[in-house]
Nanobody, 121 residues
């Protein structure tokens, strides 16, 4: 079973920043796309940001200009820098990775426990 360890969540006021980290096994990190996802209470998990193996990135519209995804291949770690946070960003954030289609659709058999992000107004 793939082990993904997300960290860096917490409680922050609106307008604040957080940096999430995800340590992934080298077996899935090196040649695959990596994505950050979030799931708010009562909602489906959604893709927030994706970084492809070549380094190109994409974001869901609601976070463009505020969130930045990056990866450190030497550390098998992917980051999500979140600025100008809003209450609607409150969710459990997860990371995962694989082939590009799986990463874009979130079609994975296993997930880490995620990290809670709570933004107060």
């Amino acid at each position: 079973q793939v082990q993904l360890v997300e960290s860096g969540g917490g409680l922050v006021q609106a307008g604040g920043s957080l940096r999430l980290s995800c340590a992934a096994p080298g077996s899935i990190f090196a040649i695959n796309a990596m994505g950050w996802y979030r799931q708010a209470p009562g909602k489906q998990r959604e893709l927030v940001a994706i970084i492809r193996s070549g380094g190109s990135t994409s974001y869901t519209d609601s976070v463009k200009g505020r969130f930045t995804i990056s990866r450190d291949n030497a550390k098998n770690t992917v980051y999500l820098q979140m600025n100008s946070l809003k209450p609607e960003d409150t969710a459990v954030y997860y990371c995962n990775g694989g082939n590009l289609l799986a990463t874009m659709t979130g079609n994975f058999g296993s997930w880490g426990q995620g990290t809670q992000v709570t933004v107060s107004s």
